[in-house]
């Protein structure tokens, strides 16, 4: 079974630091895009940042210059490096994941996401 997991969220204090993980498991044969969403009460879910094949990378105008995507391909694994945080940055944050991978059905391209861990940012 493929499936994102995520690790990392937490309360912090505005202007700090967090580090979100997402791993993705399962018989994987090709990874072409990883990315964060967010999604805040009564709001619709975002893109926060993306990486595609080429370290292609895209990032929400709210985070940048503070957020940082990185992908190490070997661990399958996706990281978001949020710095100098505050409260509007407050949500429940979505890994993504655009794989090829091996399914009960065969070889599949698959659109995932994980569960979701919540970030508060908060004095």
């Known amino acids: 079974q493929v499936q994102l997991v995520e690790s990392g969220g937490g309360l912090v204090q505005p202007g700090g630091s967090l580090t979100l993980s997402c791993v993705a498991s399962?018989?994987?044969?090709?990874?072409?895009?990883m990315g964060w969403y967010r999604q805040a009460p009564g709001k619709e879910r975002e893109l926060v940042a993306s990486?595609?094949?080429?370290?292609?990378?895209n990032y929400a105008d709210s985070v940048k210059g503070r957020f940082t995507i990185s992908i190490d391909n070997v661990k399958r694994t996706v990281y978001l490096q949020m710095n100098s945080l505050k409260p509007e940055d407050t949500a429940v944050y979505y890994c993504?994941?655009?794989?090829?991978?091996?399914?009960?059905?065969?070889?599949?391209?698959?659109?995932?996401w994980g569960q979701g861990t919540l970030v508060s940012v908060s004095s």
């Open positions: 993504n994941a655009d794989l090829l991978a091996s399914t009960s059905l065969g070889t599949r391209f698959l659109d995932l």
């Open positions: 399962g018989i994987i044969s090709r990874l072409n895009a």
């Open positions: 990486m595609s094949t080429g370290d292609r990378t």
